[in-house]
């Protein structure tokens, strides 16, 4: 079970931090990433970090957004800066453990112009 949190509404420019905790899960062995999808668009993979916290980012996302994973307490981050009115969308944290998928319920980022 994955719970995402932090989304908002924030002018462009603003920042926001994303965090999703997952409970019942081997975390420190999954790979974890966060996806979006904007309004009339597919569902992107935005960032993702691997077990060894090597990390990869879409074009668009590099140099303004970090993801990273505290073990300990079973969380993934998402910092987002400089947001742009193109990045609105639903943002989605996923956990990839021995081939399975698992999804969190998505939270609402909203940047306005």
């Known amino acids: 079970q994955l719970q995402a949190s932090g989304g908002g509404l924030v002018q462009s420019g603003g920042s926001l931090r994303l965090s999703c905790a997952a409970l019942g899960s081997d975390f420190a062995a999954s790979t974890l990433a966060w996806y979006r999808r904007a309004p009339g668009k597919q569902r992107e993979l935005v960032a993702q970090?691997?077990?060894?916290?090597?990390?990869n980012y879409v074009e668009s996302a590099r140099g303004r957004f970090t993801i990273s994973r505290d073990n300990a307490k079973n969380t993934v981050y998402l910092q987002l800066r400089s947001l742009k009115p193109e990045d609105t969308a639903v943002y989605y944290c996923n956990l990839l453990m021995r081939g399975t998928d698992y999804w969190g319920q998505g939270t609402q980022v909203t940047v306005s112009s």
């Open positions: 970090i691997l077990t060894r916290g090597v990390t």
